[in-house]
């Protein structure tokens, strides 16, 4: 039998089962050092520190959502002007503005966003001047940066490029990890986050001239694999933003394996329930990128916001 025939078999034979299982094949079974966060230096502010704990517990013990978010960004955001030397204080504020302004899916919304974002980037900025080798505080840094430049477009946001490159490569390469929610890691999203750039990134010369950047996306399809393969949560957007690297890798060939896979990982992620507004978003393009898969090119979340209506969002949410 034809050598390449029997490896696309093959292939196929492992399609049949869960993409985790796929994953698991290619993702070293990495340990991570879990990174903890202490909040006694909240107990010195008592009713900030009670608010905190109310909150904290009941995400904890269902999930995070918008009024968590909001909640404790105001909480941190207090923290930080009373206790300016607390370095963990910055990158939770910078986590939360990050998390908040991903919420945020009607384009009317769009500032509203970029003002978190930007709040996002500030606080991480000064974590990085207070702890220079802050994995979180490099994380939420570079996380906000990437959603300033997907609003203010690709050829304003490549003159940052090269720093979000090396700082999320700095966290890839990190020994910790740090879980931010119940379905969302560090390492995970580090991978969600660079397996977008290396696929919006152009990939030819020019790119490595003069920004010092370039695409790749064999680099992109195995980030978002690992991603999934890390964090392993029923999150839609991990599902697409693997399918929609697979269909680029391939130029949206529908008659190749990758294709194949595409779909099969659509098809999974539209039987979720999404938790964020975000992931409604994605929940939703499943459907679409099913139905047109040349949708998979340059896709992200923010060039979606307009098609969405807040009573769509609020009744997947329900």
Known sequence: MNRVVCYHLIFLMF?????????AQEVSTKKYIDYKVSYDRMKNFPELYDKFI???REAQKYHYTVKHFREQLD????????DPEWVDAYWLVGSLAFQLGSSYTKEEDISKARKLFVIGKNHGERCLDMAPDSDLCKMVLASNIGKIGTIDGLLVSLKYAKRVEDLWTDVLNSPYNFQFTH???MQGAVRYGLGMF???IPDFFLMDWIWDVRGDIKKSVRLHRESL????????CSYVMLSVALICSVDGDA???ESLEAKKLLTTASRFKPLHPNQVICHRDTFRLLQDPSKAFGYTLVGKLEAIDESEVKGKLN
Not at 15 to 23: A, E, G, V, Y
Not at 229 to 236: G, S, T
């Open 54 to 56: 109310r909150s904290h």
């Open 255 to 257: 008659n190749t394996t």
């Open 229 to 236: 393969h890390i964090d392993n949560a029923e999150l839609p």
């Open 198 to 200: 290396y696929r919006l």
């Open 15 to 23: 399609l049949q089962f869960s993409p985790s299982l796929i994953f």
């Open 75 to 82: 909480i941190f955001m207090k923290v930080v002007k009373a």
């Open 183 to 185: 379905e969302v890691s």
